[in-house]
């Protein structure tokens, strides 16, 4: 039998492994893994947790409009230092991703994203052929104000470059502002917004560090969790470095984080509009049997890597404590934390010699 006690923190379930309560601990957090790797007869077992870290770009934001153009996008990716940042930004807490699905997946596809390589970035990007925006003129508060007030010569019709004062109407009409035009880029800038973690704020300062490299001012801002979910509901970003999580579902499919019509109602939180990658998703969704879904998903996989709508980073990890004398634990695939205990049968406590 399995006997399950709760603690309010992972300190908490820490002394209580070594007050001989509790025999493992379901799961240890990032800040508790150094303390943990230090009690004695304690070992820890460690799979892939089923999230993956990414950078989502915002496609329906006007100034950062170029992310639309897949050569910028492929640009960003070669630019990106994956795995020197994630080993030393995460090391130990996340290993680097290269697909948008679980390595643990059957449906995984290894060894398609764009490799790190500043040349080849810099020519995407000279390639890009991207459009700016003239910066409007700063407005002067005072123009105007001499024609306003001065008043109309003798006869009533107004001075030639004055303005009328007539009636209500007509100045209601005169001062009516027309509605501007949506505002397009006018320089390769981006803030990246995520959470206020310091791991992951210093793994978003990498990023920023590498895209400046061909040109980008890049901007990193940090939230915490409630208001980062605030902002991507509302669209209120212009990339953000983020985890997406395929818990509790053991099926790969992530329909819901890249095909177009999830945007607003789904986890498509930029509004990414790849009408390929879409379809790719809709076919494996389609597959009744499931004959052809693994061809599908290699397929989308591999649309994922010349496109680059995102960025994909790392996979985080799942830590399971376990007293060392308790033999047979495996992690092995995870769609839960739960599934730490499906090799279960197998447990079996050594006997003190």
Same mark, same amino acid.
């Given at each position: 039998? &399995? ?5 309010? /923190?992972?300190? +908490? ?5 070594s007050r001989g309560e509790v025999n ?6 990032? %800040?508790?893994?150094? +303390? +943990? ?16 870290? &990414? ?11 170029f992310v639309r153009n897949p050569r ?34 059957? +449906? ?41 007030? $001065?008043?109309?010569? %003798? ?6 470059? #004055? ?5 209500? %109407? ?5 001062? =009516? =502002?027309?509605?501007? !035009? ?11 917004? *995520?959470? /206020? ?8 300062? @990498? ?14 801002? *940090? ?6 979910? !605030?902002?991507? =509901?509302?669209?209120?970003? /212009?990339?953000?470095?983020? =985890? ?11 329909? &819901?984080?890249?095909?177009? @019509? ?7 939180? @930029?509004?990414? /509009? ?27 996989? #591999?649309?994922?890597? %010349? ?11 799942? &830590? ?15 769609s839960t934390p739960s599934d730490r ?11 003190? $010699?």
């Open positions: 039998r &399995v006997i399950f006690r709760t603690y309010p /923190d992972a300190a +908490a379930a820490l002394d209580a492994y493992s601990i379901g799961t240890i957090p990032p %800040e508790q893994q150094a +303390a +943990a790797q230090q009690m004695p007869g304690l070992g820890l077992y460690t799979g892939v947790a089923p999230r993956v870290g &990414v950078m989502i770009y915002n496609w329906k934001r006007e100034p950062v409009r910028v996008r492929l640009a960003l990716a070669h630019a990106t230092n994956r795995e020197a940042l994630v080993t030393q930004h995460l090391g130990g807490l996340a290993i680097p991703a290269d697909s948008p699905l679980l390595p643990t997946s059957w +449906a995984y596809r290894p060894g398609v994203w764009p490799v790190f390589d500043l040349a080849r970035a810099q020519a995407m990007l000279d390639m890009a052929n991207i459009v700016f925006d003239e910066p409007a003129p700063p407005s002067d508060p005072t123009a105007g104000t001499a024609e306003a007030t $001065e008043p109309a010569p %003798e006869g009533g019709t107004p001075a030639e470059g #004055t303005a009328p004062v007539a009636t209500g %109407e007509a100045t209601d009409a005169a001062t =009516e =502002e027309p509605t501007p !035009a949506p505002a397009g880029p006018t320089e390769l800038a981006m803030t990246i917004l *995520t959470a /206020d973690d310091p791991a992951l704020a210093a793994l978003a300062e @990498g990023i920023a560090a590498d895209w400046r490299q061909i040109g980008f001012r890049i901007n990193v801002e *940090t939230a915490d969790a409630g208001t980062l979910l !605030a902002r991507l =509901e509302a669209g209120d970003f /212009d990339a953000a470095l983020i =985890e997406l999580s395929f818990e509790p579902s053991a099926d790969p499919d992530p329909f &819901v984080f890249w095909h177009q @019509g999830q945007y607003g109602s789904g986890q498509n939180f @930029g509004g990414m /509009d790849d009408r390929r990658v879409s379809e790719g998703l809709e076919m494996a969704r389609r597959d009744a049997n499931g004959m052809h879904r693994l061809e599908y998903y290699h397929r989308f996989q #591999t649309l994922f890597a %010349e496109r680059a709508p995102a960025l994909v980073l790392y996979y985080p990890l799942y &830590v399971y404590a376990a007293d060392s004398r308790l033999q047979g634990v495996q992690i092995t695939f995870l205990f499906r090799t279960i049968q197998d447990w079996y406590f050594t006997r003190p $010699e």
